[in-house]
């Protein structure tokens, strides 16, 4: 008998530290996996997929979804109080020492030695301003939660699209870099091969070479500069800071993509802003009802079931029981609070009017902002076709006077002279391009047009 109890004694004792380890074990797994961050990463990767990428990794937009799930719970917790509350109480008194009264000039003890009482309760309410509030709000405080988000996540899209063209200006520029020097290196040949057969001084080569040397130096300083704007853009799209980020580009795509209706006008309901205030000012009329509820009392149901256990012997306790039973509707109304309520009503009446003002001075913002980025994007895009032609020129000029030079005609001095021209214009269109585009943004942003 003793033999086969204990392998099963054994097997019992096991498989209790298995259940207590993991149980244990559970929550610590869960945390861990809860707090992994994203370590996925991009391969060339275009602006509407960093921005997907930055929506979806960027620590300020988890957050905002953990504020939305906090306020879920933060408002099933208030409407909890909806439903009966039921309760169990339970005590176990022993009294070593019994009261005596005087009763009729004899001391009589009251009571006995042993005592042991359970209680169940269960409540109801039947009018709270306090659960009134949270049933008739929960859409609406939910509502804000979401549009926090939204918030949030425009924001992070305009922020990102602007690092985005930032560093293709700084690459561009890296690449126009790279093809003058291979333009110089050739200048400082042909100028060089001139000098040793004779035709021209060494003050053509001496110039070839400043020039090689500016540009190598203007090109290392931006690819240090590249470096640090991409690292800017990684932690607005919140990606790894030791994988490489590559982008992905169509020149020609963008320039499709630049035109925009300017006869637009801006719509405020399209704007995440107006829309938080909106439903700002519903809670604020809520809370003011709120307030004025407070002249109302508070009703409830109460009822209890009692089992009461008393005797002298401790062993008899719970031979015999007294029970107990009782049900109440209680009604509470204050009096008189020193005009506390009178002042929270009208303190919630002049937050309701604030917000009435905090939307009228978003809406004249609103129009300044758009009337803004109308201007910067329509003086954007004039630089930008003056840009556009002024490359076409450049390069024109450029190939001329390089013919000329070897021909003879010109001086290396106007070889340099044009050569500085085609590459500013050449710069100075693709940041013009990026300014549009950037423009382009701001505009969309004010008509509340960017919805993610």
């Known amino acids: 008998m003793n033999d086969q109890s204990k392998?099963?004694?054994?097997?019992?004792?096991?498989?209790?530290?298995?259940?207590?380890?993991?149980?244990?074990?559970?929550?610590?797994?869960?945390?861990?996996?809860?707090?992994?961050?994203?370590e996925e990463t991009l391969e060339n990767a275009n602006l509407e997929g960093i921005i997907q990428y930055a929506i979806k990794n960027q620590p300020v937009i988890q957050k905002s979804l953990i504020d939305e799930r906090i306020t879920e719970n933060q408002i099933r917790s208030k409407l909890a109080d909806w439903y009966p509350q039921?309760?169990?109480?339970?005590?176990?008194?022993?009294?070593?020492?019994?009261?005596?009264?005087?009763?009729?000039?004899n001391p009589v003890k009251l009571g006995v030695r042993n005592v042991s009482a359970a209680q169940f309760t269960l409540s109801q309410q039947i009018f709270n301003r306090d659960v009134l509030l949270a049933n008739r709000t929960r859409a609406d405080v939910q509502l804000q939660a979401s549009q926090n988000t939204g918030f949030n996540k425009i924001d992070i899209a305009v922020n990102v699209s602007k690092a985005f063209y930032d560093v293709l200006a700084t690459s561009q520029q890296i690449r126009v870099a790279t093809e003058d020097i291979v333009r110089l290196e050739r200048s400082l040949k042909d100028a060089g091969n001139?000098?040793?057969?004779?035709?021209?001084?060494?003050?053509?080569?001496?110039?070839?070479?400043?020039?090689?040397?500016?540009?190598?130096?203007?090109?290392?300083?931006?690819?240090?500069?590249?470096?640090?704007k991409l690292e800017y853009l990684k932690s607005l799209m919140g990606y790894p800071a030791e994988k490489e980020l590559r982008i992905a580009y169509d020149t020609l795509q963008m320039e499709r993509e630049m035109m925009l209706d300017t006869l637009q006008s801006p719509d405020?309901?399209?704007?995440?802003?107006?829309?938080l205030l909106t439903t700002q000012k519903r809670l604020a009329e809520a809370n003011l009802q709120y307030n004025k509820w407070s002249y109302l009392p508070n009703v409830s149901l109460n009822g209890a079931y009692n089992?009461?256990?008393?005797?002298?012997?401790?062993?008899?306790l719970y031979g015999r029981n007294y029970p107990n039973s009782f049900g109440l509707i209680t009604l509470s109304l204050p009096i008189f609070q020193g005009g506390k309520r009178k002042a929270n009503v009208n303190q919630a009446q002049w937050q309701l009017k604030r917000t009435d003002w905090d939307i009228l001075g978003l809406k004249m913002n609103i129009s300044s902002e758009y009337a803004t980025a109308l201007a910067n994007?329509?003086?954007?895009?004039?630089?930008?076709?003056?840009?556009?032609?002024?490359?076409?020129?450049?390069?024109?000029?450029?190939?001329?006077?390089?013919?000329?030079?070897?021909?003879?005609?010109?001086?290396?001095?106007?070889?340099?002279?044009?050569e500085t021209d085609l590459r500013l214009a050449r710069i100075n269109y693709y940041n013009a391009l990026y300014d549009v585009l950037a423009s382009k943004i701001d505009v969309q942003k004010a008509l509340g047009q960017l919805n993610y």
Do not use: C, M, W
Not at 19 to 36: C, D, H, I, M, W
Not at 390 to 403: F, G, H, P, T, W
């Open 86 to 105: 039921i309760n169990f109480n339970y005590n176990l008194q022993h009294n070593f020492i019994v009261q005596t009264s005087i009763i009729a000039g």
């Open 307 to 316: 089992l009461n256990f008393q005797n002298n012997q401790f062993t008899d």
């Open 194 to 228: 001139q000098y040793k057969a004779g035709i021209a001084d060494k003050i053509d080569y001496k110039r070839a070479t400043i020039s090689l040397n500016n540009t190598r130096a203007n090109k290392k300083s931006n690819e240090e500069i590249l470096k640090a």
């Open 268 to 275: 405020f309901n399209n704007r995440i802003e107006f829309q």
């Open 377 to 418: 994007y329509k003086g954007n895009l004039t630089n930008l076709l003056a840009q556009k032609e002024n490359v076409d020129l450049a390069r024109e000029v450029y190939d001329v006077i390089q013919l000329q030079y070897r021909s003879g005609i010109k001086t290396y001095l106007e070889v340099v002279t044009s």
């Open 7 to 38: 392998p099963e004694r054994t097997l019992r004792l096991a498989l209790s530290i298995a259940f207590v380890l993991f149980y244990s074990l559970t929550p610590l797994l869960a945390q861990n996996e809860a707090g992994k961050r994203s």
